[in-house]
């Protein structure tokens, strides 16, 4: 069994609840999936000293799980945003959506993570709705609360240092698993952040890094740390109908963007998700409330490890990533601007242009055969140089602030 392969490596196997995760099964061709947790003790000041378990979902060629070794450079590692988890921001298994199975087909070791607080990993604090942002509680009146209730955890829940630790102790896992000394990891939203601060703290574990969209960029934002934890409230919800509606379907711009039943489907696997956080009022995804700072141009400067950077023209974080692209340290980046993509491209029409942009970055670092560049690709999925979009002046978040973006 996996469990037993894997326990000498400091993973466990994943409980029954997860659907049985503990052996690795077969899809289409020969890609294996195989699902773990990874313990680390936590530094999250709700539970500091307990026992915090990270999900992992790897997808990869049967030849290399059954191996136990995978090529150097050709092992990645996904981290999502600020409500999605992992499997549903990288692996929708519906046609050829999954970004995850994109790579894996292609020879790559594939890993996703969900941090804490999300998905299927540890949620310290979360399971008690009076630990809600009180402005969203009145949402939750008569499901399942009787009125609004103050928070029994006064503080915000994870920030910059806890998630490069959650981070690093997957990187850790893989590395001795698979036998390799670097990892590429791609992060969408606030899964730009995260990867970008731990590229920044661990450039030796770090091959190459792919964003898509980060949020929470600003040439100023603060570098100080602030005073930790910060008073507050450990936990947000999104809506469906703020999440799907207004974030999502409310920004597009160009016809066919969204296959008709998607929605319905993303929402399912919300469900699947966050099974809690779906019986919340109407239904949302629940996440912990984070402090930030120090994703700024000082930070950028720091990143010296062949980049791309990659957003939909749709996507209001289109300037900031601009930014951060001219900002970056490395004498080897790439912009990519998504013609018909909004912030969640991952489920539309233009999701081939992300994994064709990020499989040539990974094979050869290069777009479109160019080593360094700004490009845009068409509605058509056509990749051509093209400028940067206008930059403005924009400092992005402040730091400190309860980060909500996905």
């Not at 995260?194 to 792919?210: N, S």
């Amino acid at each position: 069994m996996i469990a037993t392969r894997v326990a000498a490596l400091g993973l466990l196997a994943c409980s029954t609840l997860l659907g049985g995760c503990n052996s690795a099964s077969t899809e289409r061709t020969d890609i294996v999936t195989v699902d773990r947790l990874v313990r680390r003790v936590s530094d999250v000041p709700a539970n500091a000293g307990q026992p915090l378990d990270l999900f992992v979902r790897e997808r990869a060629p049967a030849s290399v799980v059954n191996s136990g070794k995978a090529q150097p450079g050709k092992v990645a590692l996904f981290v999502h945003g600020g409500y999605s988890p992992a499997t549903l921001a990288f692996d929708v298994q519906y046609r050829d959506y999954s970004w995850m199975e994109a790579l894996a087909k292609a020879g790559y070791d594939v890993f996703a993570m969900d941090m804490t607080g999300y998905g299927r990993s540890s949620r310290p604090m979360m399971g008690e709705p009076c630990n809600l942002d009180p402005s969203q509680q009145k949402l939750l009146i008569g499901k399942p609360l009787a009125a609004e209730c103050k928070a029994k955890y006064p503080y915000q829940l994870v920030s910059s240092d806890t998630e490069t630790a959650d981070i690093d102790a997957v990187v850790n896992s893989i590395l001795k698993l698979r036998g390799v000394d670097k990892i590429t990891p791609i992060g969408w939203s606030g899964g730009g952040i995260r990867t970008g601060t731990y590229t920044v703290r661990h450039p030796e574990k770090v091959e190459k890094l792919i964003i898509q969209a980060s949020s929470n960029y600003g040439r100023n934002n603060p570098d100080a740390k602030p005073n930790l934890p910060r008073a507050g409230f450990p936990m947000t919800i999104q809506m469906r109908d703020v999440g799907e509606g207004k974030r999502w379907l409310g920004t597009q711009k160009c016809d066919g963007m969204v296959e008709p039943g998607m929605p319905d489907m993303i929402w399912k696997m919300n469900i699947d998700a966050d099974p809690v956080g779906a019986t919340w009022g109407t239904g949302g995804l629940r996440a912990p409330t984070r402090t930030y700072w120090g994703w700024n141009a000082n930070s950028a400067r720091k990143i010296t490890v062949p980049t791309l950077i990659m957003v939909g023209e749709e996507d209001d974080l289109r300037t900031t990533n601009a930014q951060l692209f001219e900002d970056l340290g490395s004498s080897q980046k790439a912009f990519l601007r998504i013609a018909c993509a909004t912030h969640f491209a991952v489920w539309e029409a233009q999701h081939r242009v992300l994994q064709r942009a990020s499989l040539e970055w990974l094979r050869s670092t290069t777009l479109n055969g160019q080593r360094t560049g700004t490009f845009r690709a068409d509605e058509t999925g056509r990749i051509d140089p093209a400028p940067l979009p206008a930059l403005t002046a924009s400092s992005g978040a402040p730091t400190g602030r309860t980060a909500t973006a996905d």
